[in-house]
């Protein structure tokens, strides 16, 4: 964040069913995400924002280009997806199904193990501990929610309409959202970047902050004066 603040006024927002946002019953759809944020745009009388999202907030930032594009200036996308494989949605069923018997803890290790590479995960337990707190209080409606939203994206053959710069981050070592799916999101975006990040798994901002920081920062400087 200091490096977003020192340049930027930035609107950092807990997602529907997360943080200190109510978790409303039920699946939750992209679409209604997406409006979320339109809602906090219009709120905060936000004409025009660069996005910046990471996993979800990716997923929100792809579907929101799309239904309200005059409203961005730019979008960076990490450690994202523009389409899961069956086997994928195989697993966010499975998860889904697990947390609603045994609730938020039987799946906070096996999602440090997907967001962090092991020699991060050894090197920073403290960092680890923080998160794993957060996962285990985050609401078992909201996780249940985003999840179904985050299974059902679809967008690959949409892209093509973003015409706003794009740029696209992955972890070299991120398995969830591997280097082939960005690739997906880099070829279908006339003139979008892509840039992979070394040692670094999902969260890459977290385990490979210069990097991640040093190319973001890049892109909104040559993206902040185009509309």
């Not at 069956?86 to 697990?98: D, G, H, L, V, Y």
């Not at 609730?103 to 995960?121: I, K, N, Q, S, Y």
Request: glycine share 8%.
């Amino acid at each position: 964040m200091p490096a977003l603040t020192a340049r930027f006024r930035v609107l950092r927002y807990d997602t529907r069913g997360h943080g200190g946002s109510s978790a409303s019953a039920g699946a939750y759809t992209l679409e209604q995400l997406a409006d979320d944020a339109h809602d906090l745009f219009q709120a905060l009388d936000i004409d025009c924002a660069h996005w910046v999202g990471l996993s979800l907030g990716s997923l929100i930032g792809q579907t929101f280009a799309l239904k309200y594009p005059t409203k961005l200036q730019s979008l960076a996308l990490a450690g994202t997806t523009s389409r899961y494989p069956p086997q994928a949605i195989k697993a966010f069923q499975e998860r889904i199904q697990n947390v609603e018997t045994g609730g938020m803890d039987v799946v906070t290790e096996a999602t440090l193990e997907r967001w962090f590479t092991e020699p991060f995960r050894k090197a920073h337990p403290r960092v680890m501990d923080d998160i794993a707190r957060r996962i285990r209080t985050t609401p078992v409606a909201g996780y249940i929610g985003c999840c179904r939203a985050v299974s059902r994206i679809n967008l690959t053959e949409r892209l093509g309409e973003i015409s706003r710069p794009t740029l696209v981050m992955v972890g070299a070592q991120d398995s969830g959202t591997p280097v082939a799916m960005a690739r997906t999101i880099y070829h279908a975006l006339p003139g979008a970047e892509l840039v992979i990040v070394p040692s670094a798994a999902h969260l890459l901002n977290i385990e490979q902050p210069q990097a991640f920081n040093t190319a973001l920062l890049s892109f909104l400087a040559r993206t902040s004066g185009a509309r």
